[in-house]
């Protein structure tokens, strides 16, 4: 069974950063793309970044762009978001999830696309 476990969220202030990790289990983890989701009450979930353990191809929605990273360590079978700058709009819940046919891309985009999901971990950006 594929498994995946988010951590690392927690209170911030705005302009800070925390890192986010996505450990997984149950599968050929280098065959997996990797994506970060959040949603926010009442929003619906949107993708934030991704990344291919294939080719290790990255995507960023354009909200994340320039402020945030994403790496995969295929030796612990681990994928890190390294969130900067934090913003009071970046509070959400983030998920992790993984599919094996979904290329790093606008494709990280879309939540139904991802067939695997993990628990969430809450951020939450104070002004």
């Known amino acids: 069974d594929v498994q995946l476990q988010a951590s690392g969220g927690g209170p911030v202030q705005a302009g800070g950063s925390l890192r986010l990790s996505c450990a997984a289990s149950?599968?050929?983890?280098?065959?997996?793309?990797i994506a970060w989701f959040r949603q926010a009450p009442g929003k619906e979930r949107e993708g934030v970044s991704c990344?291919?353990?294939?080719?290790?191809?990255?995507w960023f929605a354009d909200s994340a762009k320039g402020r945030t990273t994403i790496a995969s360590d295929n030796a612990r079978k681990t994928v890190y978001l390294q969130m900067n700058s934090l913003k009071p709009e970046d509070t959400a819940v983030y998920y992790c999830?993984?599919?094996?046919?979904?290329?790093?891309?606008?494709?990280?985009?879309?939540?139904?696309?991802?067939?695997?999901w993990g628990r969430g971990t809450q951020v939450t950006v104070s002004s």
């Open positions: 999830a993984a599919d094996r046919f979904v290329r790093s891309g606008p494709g990280c985009y879309d939540p139904y696309l991802f067939r695997s």
């Open positions: 149950g599968f050929t983890f280098g065959d997996f793309t």
């Open positions: 990344i291919s353990n294939t080719d290790g191809s990255t």
